[in-house]
């Protein structure tokens, strides 16, 4: 059963620029294993907006609850480069609540957007 949806949109240059305007927000938001992709490279920063925008979409998918942690909510890919969603501690905690088991994950970029669609789902 679908427990919540999710789905967030970001504006690539806008996020881009407050990267650069804003030192060690990267690192805030992002796991090591988001910023480079499985050979080792730094993501684009299209790739960047999209995790961001999954991660905005799993708190919507939640209803936005407060305390979620951004590390705890990780976009990692397989190794088809399929995306996938990590999650642990305060978001693992609050998606036990409402009976969340699974995750579907959609993800894309094309010129100044980014999107991220997200389902939770229970058993």
């Known amino acids: 059963m679908i427990v919540g ?3 967030d949109v970001v504006n690539v240059p ?3 620029a407050t990267l650069h305007r804003t030192p060690g927000l990267i690192e805030r938001l992002f796991s090591l294993r988001e910023r480079t992709t499985e050979d080792g ?3 684009t920063e299209a790739s960047l907006a999209a995790r961001f925008a ?3 979409a799993v708190a919507k998918a939640l209803g936005a609850p407060h305390g979620m942690t951004w590390h705890h ?12 969603l990590k999650i642990t501690g305060s978001v693992l905690e609050l998606a036990t609540e409402q009976g969340v088991v ?5 993800l894309t970029h094309d010129g100044d957007v980014a999107i991220a669609y997200v389902i939770a ?3």
Do not use: N, Q, Y
């Open 121 to 123: 789902e229970s058993g």
């Open 41 to 43: 490279r730094p993501r």
């Open 5 to 7: 949806i999710g789905i």
């Open 73 to 84: 909510c990780e976009v990692v890919g397989d190794s088809a480069g399929r995306p996938w």
């Open 54 to 56: 999954a991660k905005e």
């Open 102 to 106: 699974t995750w579907h994950l959609s």
């Open 14 to 16: 806008r996020f881009a």
